[in-house]
């Protein structure tokens, strides 16, 4: 993908992203991370720093993670905590 932008628009993005330079495309959906979420630029940043984490994983190793996930799971809910002893 590629973006032909001005150096001031470059610099009206990362004002408005934090001093973080942020493509077209991330922007508008951080733009709608805030809108859905109500949260400020940060926290939508953050919430889209992880779906792209996870949306541009390796197919293969996202099914890994995930079975890894459900398993650490299915462990730490069949350990009786201190409290049920």
């Known amino acids: 993908m590629w973006e032909e932008c001005t150096v001031e628009y470059i610099g009206w993005v990362k004002e408005q992203f ?6 077209g495309l991330c922007t508008e959906a951080i733009k709608d991370e805030q809108a859905r979420l109500g949260v400020g630029v940060e926290a939508a940043m953050l ?9 541009s994983i390796d197919p293969t190793v996202r099914i ?5 996930h459900f398993f650490k799971k299915m462990i730490s809910s069949s350990t009786p905590s201190p409290a049920k002893l």
């Open 64 to 68: 890994a993670l995930s079975l890894l």
């Open 47 to 55: 919430v889209h720093a992880k779906f792209r984490q996870v949306t």
């Open 18 to 23: 934090g001093g973080v330079w942020v493509c």
